[in-house]
């Protein structure tokens, strides 16, 4: 393996100003965290940049990993040279004969941060340029679409070499905005609204509806299989499934059939934020988009978001349908998503749901039924799974003395 260690550049993270620190220290645990399975690896995360110091490991297995993890803007694995003409001429021609560049095009992109080092930019790229097409068969110069883009950059502290830049997931570290609890359902969207909230630097936790006998086991399963892939990229989500049935049961008996669905994603945001207080979350984030579906109308929101003042973060509101459904698939969780086991809402769905209700008739029709001994047991009776990528979950626990 010719190069010896991974240039990571921060993107967004470099607007930062004095509170940059928390952002780079946060990037670093999280790479940490991806690269576990490497023992040889040497992390340096500077104010700049981040070095990823290999030492042997597998260059393939730690680029697909990097590539999804939020604050990297793009990375390159590099050679790390001295500050030397002849030191970079021998490494630039050691790297094209790795890279098998005989008969194809290439062009030199130098750049000269460090400007004491004897030789401009230009300069660079023309004796680079001139000493690769003696020493490598075939090889030619097409500046503007070459199969090699030799790019040096010369800083104060060395030379780095590299033939390749990838693209990174973009955002800000997982954990440095704080946390959130996502209520997850098992359908296409709210997986993704987690995702999108991770990338904004959020830690999410997960809140999940279940109402045997009418959901099976299997819809449990596959949101416990969309946790695991969303752990692809912070590590591990804690899942809290929250024993639901009594609750929507009695709001199908008291409730007048269009608004039922009002009055059970009102207390469905009222559970959740009773687990966002016991967890330290500072936020609620949910899967929804503007006039997708009834409970999704300005009117419907404006409704349902009187029971809590905590933020409701929506990222997908401005989205349409099939905006949603590439981002799932290209996360991996859009093939679990549709997987035909219903969760609660679905199955509970009014067929005629009011899609202008007014906050005056939800209370009115809250008033009915005193839910406070309900709310209590669900909360109670809650399960936490904690999930990690790949592996089983972590033994059930039971979430008590909420109230």
């Known amino acids: 393996m010719i190069y010896d260690q991974i240039l990571v550049r921060y993107g967004e993270m470099s607007l930062k100003g004095k509170n940059r620190k928390i952002f780079v220290d946060q990037l670093r645990k999280n790479v940490q965290r991806a690269?576990?399975?490497?023992?040889?690896?040497?992390?340096?995360?500077?104010?700049?940049?981040?070095?990823?110091?290999?030492?042997?490991?597998?260059?393939?297995?730690?680029?697909?990993?990097?590539?999804?993890?939020?604050?990297?803007?793009?990375?390159?694995?590099?050679?790390?040279?001295?500050?030397?003409?002849?030191?970079?001429?021998?490494?630039?021609?050691?790297?094209?004969?790795?890279?098998?560049?005989?008969?194809?095009?290439?062009?030199?992109?130098?750049?000269?941060?460090?400007?004491?080092?004897?030789?401009?930019?230009?300069?660079?790229?023309?004796?680079?340029?001139?000493?690769?097409?003696?020493?490598?068969?075939?090889?030619?110069?097409?500046?503007?679409?070459?199969?090699?883009?030799?790019?040096?950059?010369?800083?104060?502290?060395?030379?780095?070499?590299?033939?390749?830049?990838?693209?990174?997931?973009?955002?800000?570290?997982?954990?440095?905005?704080?946390?959130?609890?996502?209520?997850?359902?098992?359908?296409?969207?709210?997986?993704?609204?987690?995702?999108?909230?991770?990338?904004?630097?959020?830690?999410?936790?997960?809140?999940?509806?279940?109402?045997?006998?009418?959901?099976?086991?299997?819809?449990?399963?596959?949101?416990?299989?969309?946790?695991?892939?969303?752990?692809?990229?912070?590590?591990?989500?804690?899942?809290?499934?929250?024993?639901?049935?009594?609750?929507?049961?009695?709001i199908h008996q008291k409730v007048p059939n269009n608004y039922s669905m009002t009055i059970t994603r009102r207390m469905m945001l009222r559970l959740t934020d009773e687990i966002r207080k016991k967890q330290g979350g500072l936020a609620i984030v949910n899967g929804e988009s503007l006039g997708q579906v009834a409970s999704q109308t300005l009117e419907s929101m404006f409704t349902i978001n009187e029971v809590t003042d905590t933020p409701v973060l929506r990222p997908l509101v401005a989205m349409d349908k099939l905006e949603i459904i590439q981002i799932a698939k290209e996360i991996g969780t859009h093939d679990i998503s549709i997987l035909p086991y219903e969760d609660c809402c679905t199955i509970f769905a009014p067929a005629q749901p009011k899609t202008k209700p007014t906050r005056e008739k939800a209370n009115e029709y809250e008033t009915l039924f005193d839910y406070r001994a309900l709310m209590e047991k669900a909360l109670a009776g809650i399960e936490t799974i904690v999930v990690s990528s790949g592996e089983e979950p972590a033994e059930k626990t039971a979430f008590q003395e909420l109230f």
């Open 35 to 250: 690269l576990e399975n490497f023992p040889n690896i040497e992390i340096q995360a500077k104010r700049d940049r981040m070095h990823i110091l290999l030492n042997e490991e597998n260059m393939g297995e730690v680029k697909e990993r990097l590539k999804k993890v939020f604050g990297i803007h793009s990375f390159s694995p590099v050679i790390k040279l001295e500050k030397d003409m002849e030191r970079l001429k021998e490494s630039a021609k050691r790297l094209f004969l790795d890279l098998d560049a005989s008969g194809k095009t290439f062009k030199v992109s130098a750049k000269r941060a460090d400007k004491t080092f004897p030789y401009t930019s230009d300069q660079i790229n023309r004796t680079l340029g001139t000493y690769l097409l003696n020493q490598i068969p075939g090889l030619t110069v097409d500046v503007h679409h070459p199969d090699f883009d030799l790019q040096v950059e010369v800083r104060q502290e060395a030379i780095y070499v590299t033939c390749e830049v990838i693209k990174g997931a973009g955002g800000l570290p997982v954990g440095s905005s704080g946390k959130g609890m996502l209520m997850l359902s098992g359908g296409i969207d709210s997986p993704v609204a987690g995702y999108l909230a991770m990338k904004r630097g959020l830690k999410i936790e997960a809140v999940h509806f279940y109402s045997p006998p009418f959901t099976s086991e299997r819809s449990k399963q596959k949101v416990i299989d969309i946790c695991k892939k969303l752990a692809e990229i912070c590590g591990e989500i804690p899942l809290h499934i929250v024993p639901f049935t009594e609750i929507q049961q009695t």
